[in-house]
């Protein structure tokens, strides 16, 4: 197993790794809207902060010598499932020619308030 991290996506906010590389596979932890250049939340309302989540997957994807194609599997936790139309859009922009595997569902909270978490499953099949 190897500890992936980038200074392009946000510290952990806790005892976790940004993402774990497994053989072919990676495996991303849940990001939130947090910038990682500032260590806070992004402002504004669940566009702001879908932009910023990608933007984090996307980083460390990229730190892992991955892109969006190699996505397998998402999960989408979302605050209030209302805003699915929103974060649909956004989310389907960063994946035009590839869709990976997804499941979306509301929760009661997230940390730090944030309106949504997204973990994915990466992988490099030969």
Do not use: C, W
């Amino acid at each position: 197993m190897q500890r992936i991290y980038t200074e392009d996506a946000p510290k952990a906010i806790g005892p976790y790794s940004q993402a774990i590389k497994y053989e072919s596979f990676l495996f991303i932890s849940g990001q939130i809207a947090i910038n990682p250049k500032t260590g806070e939340m992004v402002s504004g309302g669940i566009k702001e902060q879908t932009q910023q989540v990608m933007e984090n997957i996307k980083a460390i994807l990229l730190a892992s010598d991955m892109d969006m194609d190699n996505v397998i599997k998402t999960t989408i936790y979302l605050k209030d499932l209302s805003d699915f139309e929103i974060v649909n859009k956004i989310y389907g922009e960063y994946f035009k020619n590839h869709k990976p595997a997804r499941a979306t569902v509301e929760v009661s909270n997230l940390p730090k308030g944030a309106l949504i978490e997204i973990e994915a499953i990466a992988g490099i099949i030969d």
